[in-house]
């Protein structure tokens, strides 16, 4: 036999080993190998395609896509504030803007942020939690830190907006139920060239005091102006336990 033959032979007996799976093999790592990058980030990849799950959410997706300025406006869990960062995500790979800024007024139910350890930044942390989610959601953890510490991605309070023209910037302006008709028209007078904004809220969760909340007076001045849309959602258009629909319905 010769050189040849015999290391192709010799590679087949040593497949056949490896391959075989007898009570004289004992493995000895019954886990997959140890990687350096966290799971989460193994397996996270962006998702580029955003499926409306109701005739409302298409309204929203386009209408983002159409116009500068869009009301998203209806019940608890109808993937309202979701598909606002979901598409300021889908805007900023795409190279349409170049920074994404997202805020939410400084309004708990029935919370206080003062009673909170920390400085501003980490009082602020967990109430912005929901904006944080879908932004993990949409890019990988350690990306979005990148992101985060570039500030391509900022995510501040309504206080910190007073001032401030964002060009090319995609601005989702988060539980606006929560917003004095002041604080509204001053974030909504902040939009600049190139820059797009969504605003989301829910009327019937306003933590403020009755005709405190801005929201429905300014929707129902700007939604017949062009290249403004106001999309409404129903409570059948809740994605959540089917229970939600039921209990916005009952409560």
């Not at 290391?7 to 140890?34: C, I, K």
């Not at 350096?36 to 209408?63: G, H, L, T, W």
């Not at 985060?148 to 989702?172: D, H, K, Q, S």
Request: charged share 25%; proline share 5%; hydrophobic share 40%.
């Amino acid at each position: 036999m010769g050189k040849r033959a015999a290391r192709r032979a010799n590679r087949r007996n040593s497949e056949q080993f490896l391959n075989q799976d007898g009570d004289n093999v004992r493995h000895l790592f019954d886990t997959p190998p140890w990687s350096p990058v966290d799971e989460s980030d193994r397996a996270q990849k962006y998702r580029k395609n955003i499926r409306a799950q109701n005739p409302a959410q298409q309204a929203v997706i386009d209408a983002i896509d159409e116009v500068p300025l869009v009301f998203a406006i209806g019940a608890a869990g109808t993937g309202k504030t979701y598909l606002a960062v979901a598409k300021a995500v889908e805007a900023l790979e795409a190279g349409k803007v170049r920074r994404i800024v997202l805020s939410r007024p400084a309004v708990e139910a029935g919370e206080s942020l003062g009673f909170l350890p920390g400085d501003l930044e980490e009082k602020m942390s967990p109430y912005l939690r929901p904006l944080y989610d879908v932004l993990c959601d949409r890019l990988s953890s350690k990306r979005l830190k990148a992101l985060m510490a570039e500030g391509v991605i900022e995510i501040a309070p309504i206080g910190y907006m007073r001032g401030r023209t964002l060009n090319n910037a995609y601005v989702v302006i988060d539980e606006a139920q929560n917003c004095t008709y002041g604080q509204l028209k001053m974030l909504l007078t902040r939009l600049g060239w190139s820059s797009s904004m969504v605003v989301t809220g829910d009327p019937d969760q306003s933590d403020l005091l009755p005709g405190i909340s801005g929201l429905n007076d300014v929707v129902e001045k700007l939604e017949k102006l062009g290249n403004i849309r106001a999309v409404k959602f129903s409570k059948a258009e809740v994605v959540r336990h089917p229970l939600v629909a039921e209990m916005i319905d009952a409560l």
